[in-house]
């Protein structure tokens, strides 16, 4: 089984460019998550969808933050304009719907802002 | 509000010694207890979870953690350390639905 993919692995960005993270879940897994981790923290929740829905986003920065998961499978994540305060990890994560508390994480976009 | 905190930033032991990472939390129930290991570059990696039953469970590489209510603490034990798990331990928790809340993190370092 294949797990969790995302690109790209690495971004590196000028502040007010815009960026956009692709991630694709493992198969069959209804209930998509993207987090951000900074530097020596441990990961937190962005936005959370079932199939299609965001049904969590209220950790989301939505004035220079979007995301969409069309067809209730692929989700892309965008930032326009970054700023610096932006430099992370971006991680996207994947679950059964049902089966929410067991998570599968990605290996990660490193995004650094300059 | 639920949180979990890892008191130690980094860790130092020395190869084929035992470890130790604590990890203590807070939540108004019993909450589903997660530890993750994440290797530089890479994503989180699932060691074990405690949902019910018995306190002791065991998880993968030779991992086992130990619910204790009383002292709210859910902490990971290996009894002897390979060089390979120089990375870094995440404790998590959540109350049954979807929300993980992550500790800070614990950065294990091997000496050979």
């Known amino acids: 089984e294949a797990g969790v993919v995302q690109s790209p692995r690495y971004k590196i960005i000028e502040k007010k460019q815009p960026v956009a993270f692709w991630c694709n879940p493992i198969?069959?897994?209804?209930?998509l998550y993207w987090y951000r981790q900074n530097l020596g923290q441990g990961p937190e929740l962005l936005i959370r969808y079932e199939n299609e829905e965001a049904v969590d986003d209220s950790q989301l920065p939505k004035d220079r933050f979007s995301a969409e998961r069309l067809k209730g499978v692929d989700s892309t994540l965008k930032i326009q304009p970054a700023e610096l305060g932006d430099s992370a990890v971006y991680l996207c994560a994947s679950s059964r719907q049902g089966a929410a508390i067991e998570q599968y994480f990605g290996p990660g976009t490193r995004l650094t802002v300059t | 509000a639920q949180s979990v905190t890892q008191p130690d930033i980094h860790i130092t032991v020395s190869e084929g010694a035992s470890l130790e990472l604590r990890c203590n939390y807070s939540y108004g129930a019993t909450p589903y207890l997660f530890w993750y290991v994440q290797s530089p570059g890479q994503g989180l990696q699932l060691l074990l979870k405690y949902f019910s039953g018995d306190t002791l469970v065991q998880g993968i590489k030779g991992f086992e953690a130990e619910f204790k209510r009383s002292q709210s603490s859910f902490n990971l034990r290996k009894p002897s350390v390979h060089w390979s798990d120089a990375a870094e331990y995440f404790c998590?928790?959540?109350?049954?639905?979807?929300?993980?809340?992550f500790g800070t993190g614990t950065q294990l370092k091997v000496e050979l």
């Open positions: 998590a928790l959540t109350g049954g639905g979807n929300k993980l809340t």
């Open positions: 198969s069959g897994h209804n209930t």
